[in-house]
């Protein structure tokens, strides 16, 4: 099963956000957008997992959540990765966070220690907007709205590719902090 660790945004985020995209639908041309409901801010894609892991992650998960308090982020920009000339992805930035980055980090040497292997990118919250499918045509970028909201839960998503895209399904979720 192919499966995901995220940051999970709050519904009215996902709903500025998905005005924000709609918005720039009329302006940006190649892209396949993301709806809102897959919204999220990606802290480990693991792959393809057997099965029978999935409880020893969500122990590593459960654990790990229980030191934090939500984190407090801030909308900051709009780009494209791996630039903003040539993307092959449209995100929306995030401002830092230092207890993110550091949760972030234990997630990524616990799942080490469990065998997965390390990401060699720094982590950049962000959320992706879309994906680009074909040569991408920008006629204007239009600012969005500077928000501040908290991450109060951390999800493992199960990503099942099909036809119209990706379905995710929550299979377990944490609140940090408890």
């Not at 962000?126 to 040569?135: D, G, S, Y």
């Not at 600012?143 to 399904?169: H, M, N, R, W």
Request: avoid cysteine; hydrophobic fraction near 40%; aromatic fraction near 8%.
């Amino acid at each position: 099963m192919r499966i995901f660790i995220a940051a999970l945004i709050p519904d009215e985020i996902r709903t500025q956000l998905a005005n924000y995209i709609d918005s720039l639908k009329r302006n940006v041309d190649g892209v396949k957008w993301e709806k809102s409901d897959k919204l999220h801010i990606t802290l480990k894609f693991l792959g393809d997992v057997d099965v029978s892991r999935v409880d020893e992650i969500s122990n590593l998960l459960g654990k790990l959540v229980h030191g934090y308090s939500p984190f407090n982020l801030s909308i900051s920009d709009f780009g494209g990765f791996p630039n903003f000339k040539s993307p092959r992805v449209l995100y929306i930035g995030l401002s830092r966070n230092n207890e993110l980055s550091k949760f972030q980090n234990e997630l990524e040497r616990d799942l080490h220690n469990l065998g997965f292997n390390k990401e060699d990118r720094r982590f950049i919250p962000h959320i992706t907007l879309a994906r680009v499918k074909k040569r991408i045509h920008i006629r204007e970028t239009l600012p969005i709205t500077q928000s501040i909201f908290d991450i109060t839960q951390i999800g493992l998503i199960k990503s099942e590719l099909g036809a119209e895209g990706s379905v995710y399904t929550p299979l377990n979720l944490f609140e940090l902090g408890k």
